[in-house]
C-alpha cells in the first residue's frame, strides 16, 4: 500500500514557467523531507519539514507541510534547466521513511 | 566529504550468483537502511537496521539479506539474484533524534546492480 501520493507523476514545462508538485497522504507523519534525484545518483535532501503548517524556503523552492501534517507542496519559481529531475517526498513514521510516489520534472531551455 | 559510502558503485553478477553490497557511514548514525530502486520508481524499503535490531519489510523476499557487523558498516547480500533483481541499491543513514523522532536521512550514492 502506497502512503504518499505524488502528484503530478510527469511534468514538462518551458524554463521560466512556476509549478507546484503534491505530496498528499492519509497518514500523519512526524516530519516530511523532499529530495531531488538525478540519473544515477542517490537523493539528495532539499528540506525538512517538521512542523504543521510549516514554510520552508530554499531560493526558488517554497515548500509547506500541511496543518494536519498529512500533505506537503513543493513550489517552483521560474524554473531553470537545472531543477531537471526525479522529486521525492518522504514521510518519516515509526523509525522508516515512507517514500512517495515521485514526480519526473524536465524543464526545457 | 563522502558521509555515507557505497561500494561498488556498478557491480555486475550472473544469474543465480551470490553478491555482496558494501556500505559504510561515518555519521555514527544508529540508523542504517537499504533500498531498492528501480528505474524511474520511488526507492522501496527492504529492511533497516537501529542498532543491532534487524527490521525487515513484509514484502522483502528472502533471497534478501543483511549483516551490521559494527555501527560503521552495512552488507546488502543477494543469494541468488534473479533479472528482476536489476536495480539501484540505495543505502542510508539516519540518527535517532529526541523523543524517536528520525532526523535527516543521508543516501549514499548508490550501486548499480546488473544481472547477466
Known amino acids: 500500500t502506497q502512503l504518499l501520493e505524488q502528484s503530478p507523476q510527469f511534468l514538462s514545462i518551458q524554463e521560466g514557467e512556476n509549478l507546484t508538485v503534491y505530496c498528499n497522504s492519509s497518514?500523519?507523519?512526524?516530519?516530511l523531507q523532499w529530495y531531488r534525484q538525478e540519473p544515477g545518483e542517490g537523493p539528495v535532501l532539499l528540506v525538512t519539514?517538521?512542523?504543521?503548517?510549516e514554510v520552508k524556503k530554499l531560493k526558488r523552492l517554497t515548500f509547506q507541510f500541511g496543518d494536519a501534517r498529512k500533505d506537503s507542496s513543493l513550489h517552483i519559481t521560474a524554473a531553470q534547466p537545472g531543477d531537471t529531475g526525479l522529486y521525492l517526498c518522504?514521510?518519516?513514521?515509526?523509525?522508516?521513511?515512507?517514500f512517495g510516489t515521485g514526480t519526473r520534472l524536465k524543464v526545457l531551455a | 566529504d563522502a558521509m555515507v559510502i557505497q561500494n561498488p558503485r556498478y557491480q555486475v553478477t550472473q544469474f543465480g550468483k551470490p553478491v555482496t553490497l558494501s556500505c559504510s557511514q561515518t555519521?555514527?548514525?544508529?540508523?542504517m537502511y537499504w533500498y531498492q530502486q528501480k528505474s524511474s520508481q520511488a526507492p522501496k524499503l527492504l529492511f533497516h537496521?537501529?542498532?543491532?535490531?534487524?527490521?525487515n519489510e513484509a514484502d522483502t523476499p528472502d533471497n534478501f539479506q543483511s549483516r551490521r557487523p559494527n555501527t560503521s558498516f552495512c552488507f546488502l547480500d543477494i543469494r541468488s539474484p534473479g533479472l528482476g533483481d536489476a536495480a539501484m541499491y540505495l543505502c542510508?543513514?539516519?540518527?535517532?533524534?529526541?523523543?524517536?523522532?528520525?532526523?535527516?536521512?543521508?543516501f549514499g550514492p548508490g550501486t548499480r546492480l546488473l544481472v547477466l
Open positions: 542510508a543513514t539516519s540518527r535517532d533524534g529526541a523523543g524517536g523522532r528520525l532526523e535527516t536521512q543521508y
Open positions: 497518514s500523519v507523519f512526524s516530519s
Open positions: 519539514v517538521v512542523t504543521g503548517g
Open positions: 518522504a514521510g518519516s513514521k515509526a523509525y522508516k521513511y515512507i
Open positions: 555519521l555514527n548514525h544508529n540508523v
Open positions: 537496521y537501529y542498532d543491532k535490531d534487524f527490521n
